[in-house]
T-cell receptor
């Protein structure tokens, strides 16, 4: 069975601070995909990134970076120099190759960036 | 490119009434998903379609929930009769296919059952 754990339910930072959101996953499959989604106050889930299990290269996109470590089953997300507009709930999700692209979401981390 | 469309955005009903939600996926996306998101939790998959066939409905409470995607494009999710615990946001998503592609979500329908 798949499981995604986001241990941090809520994080509060001051603007311009760096912040890391943790994600730990469990799966029996060797082929799987990991995702991060952002859910701003408007409610719509916004896709941020997808990684497959064979690609452990870290990725950077502007102020966002992702660290994928299969050895610890973690896929952490770092926002550098946070901004108020980054305030949202962030979800980590997992889909097994054999599960027909069905996503299992973590419980989410609410990030509050204060000016 | 237009995103996933959903309607209505909000619905308030009394328990034991019925309600229906509509979703129009991104053009060309073969796979469509319905999720239930209870306040403070992550979305939970209810049902998944590939074209007009059901891929997975193992978490759909079939005694009261039903869904269809008759022509392989639009989809409707129905609840009959509604219970208080059905209060949630119902999210529709679509993806190109089943091969691990990212899912794109609509704005959701917020259902309140009183």
């Amino acid at each position: 069975a798949q499981k995604v754990t986001q241990a941090q339910t809520e994080i509060s930072v001051v603007e311009k601070e760096d912040v890391t959101l943790d994600c730990v996953y469990e799966t029996r499959d060797t082929t799987y995909y990991l995702f991060w989604y952002k859910q701003p106050p408007s409610g719509e889930l916004v896709f941020l990134i997808r990684r497959n299990s064979f690609d452990e290269q870290n990725e950077i996109s502007g102020r966002y970076s992702w660290n994928f470590q299969k050895s610890t089953s973690s896929f952490n997300f770092t926002i550098t120099a946070s901004q108020v507009v980054d305030s949202a709930v962030y979800f980590c999700a997992l889909s097994d190759f054999g599960a027909g692209n069905m996503l299992t979401f973590g419980g989410g981390t609410r990030l509050m960036v204060k000016p | 490119e237009a995103g996933v469309a959903q309607s209505p955005r909000y619905k308030i009903i009394e328990k034991r009434q019925s309600v229906a939600f509509w979703c129009n996926p991104i053009s060309g996306h073969a796979t469509l998903y319905w999720y239930q998101q209870i306040l403070g939790q992550g979305p939970k998959l209810l049902i998944q379609f590939q074209n007009n066939g059901v891929v997975d409905d193992s978490q759909l409470p079939k005694d009261r929930f039903s869904a269809e995607r008759l022509k392989g494009v639009d989809s409707t999710l129905k609840i009959q009769p509604a219970k208080l615990e059905d209060s949630a946001v119902y999210l529709c998503a679509s993806s190109l296919d089943l091969a691990g592609n990212e899912q794109y979500f609509g704005p959701g329908t917020r259902l309140t059952v009183t």
